[in-house]
């Protein structure tokens, strides 16, 4: 398991750096009312989760697919992720359930890493955790 405490983030960190892997769930959430600047969010291996602060949208797109783009409030000042990445998926689900959306994924350039974006000169992580996952696949 792959964690990260609570942390203001600027936009030249990225807590994710050292994490590879193929199956994972990650589990994020960043304090809005906090924070200051564009938005923040995740590359996954080429697939994009972003939450624009500004628009108040979780945008969600990949170099193969085109960007969906979902309205998204924080809930007590916060949003939340828990997505799910398998080989030749990605699933989002935002504000526990309240946005849930299902992707297939191939990457164009397969790197196995997770990359945090910061858009902005104070992003407040909350907490973040990363847990590898097996295939039910035998």
């Not at 983030?9 to 589990?27: C, E, H």
């Not at 697939?47 to 409030?73: N, R």
């Not at 992707?103 to 910061?118: D, E, I, Q, S």
């Not at 000169?121 to 035998?138: C, D, P, Y």
Request: proline share 3%; glycine share 8%; hydrophobic share 40%.
């Amino acid at each position: 398991c792959y964690t990260f405490g609570k942390k203001a983030l600027k936009d030249t960190d990225n807590p994710t750096a050292s994490f590879t892997g193929q199956m994972y769930v990650l589990d994020a959430s960043f304090n809005v009312a906090d924070s200051q600047g564009e938005g923040f969010g995740f590359n996954l291996d080429g697939f994009k989760v972003y939450y624009s602060m500004k628009h108040k949208k979780l945008l969600m797109s990949s170099a193969t697919q085109p960007e969906k783009e979902v309205e998204l409030l924080p809930e007590n000042g916060e949003i939340s992720f828990r997505i799910l990445v398998d080989v030749g998926s990605v699933e989002v689900f935002a504000n526990k359930g309240e946005v849930a959306a299902a992707f297939g994924h191939w990457p164009v350039v397969k790197t196995n890493t997770v990359k945090t974006l910061v858009s902005g000169k104070k992003i407040v992580l909350n907490h973040l955790a990363i847990h590898q996952i097996e295939s039910t696949w035998r």
